[in-house]
């Protein structure tokens, strides 16, 4: 994406941002979730924008942008990958967004490192998500973006049904955040394949 691109879309945020301000009171609710479907879209081209111009810096053995998240956390204890990610994970309902392109890519740089722990395994996935809300159901959470961010990682080859499960678990906290472990799951499934015969 050239300079020029960017600094385009955010004149449009800016100009959107400045016709909101001026209404104030006035302003509806629909007109609200318009601006911020803009602000969504027009944040989402640009950071597409901006990923396309790293891959071709990138090829062409040069340095892109960084958008790593340093609050993002991956460490290895007991042969078990740990991953703190210090956000919400969005619902399912609000379709792709920006917060999930970014858990996906700031989990793939997190865990890189550990690019091949579990590449030829069958691993489970397991995910604590800590919301600020006191009832929510977890299978209206998004979890695809943190599965598809151990892929580009390459953490594990696959999230397809002979490569990987998941448990998603629900809590309540003040301090939104999600956990994830990644472990070999051959013997947590043995266990449970024998009691629910």
């Not at 385009?8 to 302003?27: G, M, P, Q, V, Y």
């Not at 809590?171 to 999600?178: C, E, F, G, Q, V």
Request: glycine fraction near 4%; aromatic fraction near 12%.
């Amino acid at each position: 994406m050239k300079k020029e691109e960017i600094i385009e879309s955010i004149e449009k945020i800016k100009d959107i941002s400045e016709k909101l301000l001026k209404a104030k009171e006035e302003i509806k609710d629909e007109e609200l979730e318009k601006y911020f479907y803009k602000l969504e879209k027009t944040r989402m081209d640009m950071y597409d924008a901006v990923r396309q111009r790293n891959m071709w810096l990138e090829f062409m053995d040069d340095k892109g942008t960084e958008f790593i998240d340093y609050d993002y956390k991956a460490k290895v204890e007991d042969d078990i990958l740990k991953i703190y990610i210090p956000e919400k994970i969005p619902s399912i309902k609000r379709g792709a967004n920006y917060i999930q392109k970014q858990i996906t890519y700031n989990v793939s740089k997190v865990t890189n490192k550990f690019k091949g722990m579990f590449y030829d395994k069958f691993v489970m996935v397991i995910i604590k998500i800590y919301d600020d809300m006191k009832i929510w159901d977890t299978d209206n959470r998004n979890v695809k973006p943190i599965h598809d961010g151990l892929i580009n990682g390459k953490v594990i080859k696959d999230d397809n049904i002979y490569c990987a499960c998941y448990m998603v678990q629900g809590y309540h906290s003040d301090k939104p955040h999600t956990e994830v472990y990644v472990l070999s799951a051959e013997e947590i499934t043995r266990i449970i394949n024998k009691r629910i015969r």
